[in-house]
């Protein structure tokens, strides 16, 4: 690939701010390795569409969370007629929507933890209680924002009084929440670039579940294993699925897939579609066990850009 103009995009406004500075300014490095002029847009300070695009040839998509993996950002850079990284405008959307993705895992015969959803507008703690009851969905119970990503607003309830505390606080927040049954197990995720598999790494947090912390700090020590231990034809089955996922959801250039394997089964919890892209994240770390650097890995998903997608 000649010498291109690389905007990246990072920052933003989600949650996962910080997250993505940090992918962000990991993968300008790359790309100044790999020969490309780079510069970048926060659209915390800017809205997109006040991207000049005389001055860009690619977007690198390294924003994280709501605005830059649900569609909206990816809506931008289709209006601004830029190539751009990563899954399109409605793949992202139905990614980020775990109860439209979990919709979509079901046509495709993709085990997923049974769910039941409750917006702001329809809670009462009657609904609440005969949702349970109509699933029958057993304590513990997660519940979740339906669009959020990096674990942010999960929360683990082992009884009715913390489940009602819970929704009621994360209904203040967020407008739609999914409910379903805690999966224990193995807690596996699948990478997936261009449609290829490209490994399984298994995690082993000191923490309660593998959440924000678990997932972004040293401190909170998460023992990752690679190759995920697992017997040759489980590994293959879940990368198998992951695969399956990725194409179901429409996705382009580079996923991961988070599992719970459990009782000799695997459960799709969700699928990202702009992984982090950190000295902590998984997604490289897979790579460079498969013998890609990280250069290597910034240079596929680069090559992926495109338009109409």
């Given at each position: 690939?000649k010498?291109k103009?690389v905007?990246?995009?990072?920052?933003g406004t989600?949650g996962e701010?910080?997250?993505s500075l940090e992918s962000?300014?990991a993968c300008?490095?790359a790309l100044?390795?790999?020969?490309?002029k780079?510069?970048t847009?926060d659209?915390k300070?800017?809205?997109?569409?006040t991207?000049?695009?005389s001055?860009?040839?690619i977007?690198f998509?390294?924003?994280?969370g709501?605005d830059?993996?649900?569609?909206i950002?990816?809506?931008?850079?289709?209006?601004?007629?830029?190539p751009?990284?990563?899954?399109?405008?409605?793949?992202?959307?139905?990614s980020?929507?775990?109860?439209?993705?979990?919709e979509?895992?079901k046509?495709?015969?993709i085990k997923?933890?049974i769910?039941f959803s409750i917006?702001?507008k329809e809670?009462n703690?009657?609904?609440?209680?005969n949702?349970?009851?109509k699933f029958r969905t057993?304590?513990?119970i997660?519940?979740k924002?339906?669009s959020?990503g990096?674990s942010?607003?999960?929360?683990?309830?082992k009884n009715?009084?913390q489940l009602?505390?819970?929704?009621?606080?994360?209904?203040?927040?967020?407008?739609?929440?999914?409910?379903e049954p805690?999966v224990g197990?193995?807690?596996i995720q699948?990478a997936?670039?261009?449609g290829?598999?490209?490994?399984?790494i298994e995690?082993?947090?000191?923490r309660?579940?593998y959440?924000y912390?678990?997932k972004?700090?040293?401190?909170a020590?998460t023992?990752?294993?690679?190759?995920a231990?697992?017997?040759?034809?489980?590994y293959?089955?879940?990368l198998?699925?992951a695969k399956?996922?990725?194409?179901?959801?429409?996705?382009?250039g580079v996923?991961?897939?988070?599992?719970?394997f459990?009782?000799?089964?695997?459960?799709?919890?969700?699928?990202?579609?702009q992984?982090?892209?950190t000295n902590?994240?998984?997604?490289?770390e897979?790579?460079?066990?498969?013998g890609i650097?990280f250069?290597n890995?910034?240079k596929k998903?680069?090559l992926s850009?495109s338009l109409?997608?």
């Open positions: 690939m010498s103009n905007l990246v995009v990072l920052g989600s701010r910080k997250v962000g300014k300008i490095k100044k390795k790999l020969g490309h780079t510069s847009f659209p300070n800017k809205p997109l569409n991207i000049d695009r001055k860009v040839d977007i998509n390294a924003l994280h709501k830059g993996e649900d569609g950002a990816q809506s931008y850079f289709e209006y601004l007629k830029i751009y990284t990563h899954s399109g405008v409605i793949s992202s959307y139905n980020m929507n775990k109860v439209i993705s979990k979509i895992f046509k495709n015969k997923s933890p769910y917006s702001n809670y703690k009657k609904k609440l209680f949702s349970i009851k057993k304590f513990p997660v519940v924002p339906v959020e990096s942010l607003g999960v929360k683990i309830c009715i009084f009602k505390r819970s929704t009621e606080k994360l209904l203040k927040k967020y407008p739609n929440l999914i409910f805690y197990g193995q807690e699948v997936v670039i261009n290829k598999p490209l490994g399984a995690l082993k947090p000191k309660s579940f959440d912390k678990a972004y700090t040293k401190a020590k023992q990752h294993i690679m190759p231990n697992l017997t040759s034809s489980k293959n089955q879940v198998k699925i399956m996922a990725h194409k179901a959801l429409g996705c382009q996923t991961r897939s988070d599992f719970k459990f009782k000799n089964q695997f459960y799709l919890l969700e699928i990202n579609t992984p982090g892209m902590l994240s998984l997604v490289p897979i790579a460079s066990h498969n650097s250069e890995l910034v998903i680069l850009a109409n997608k």
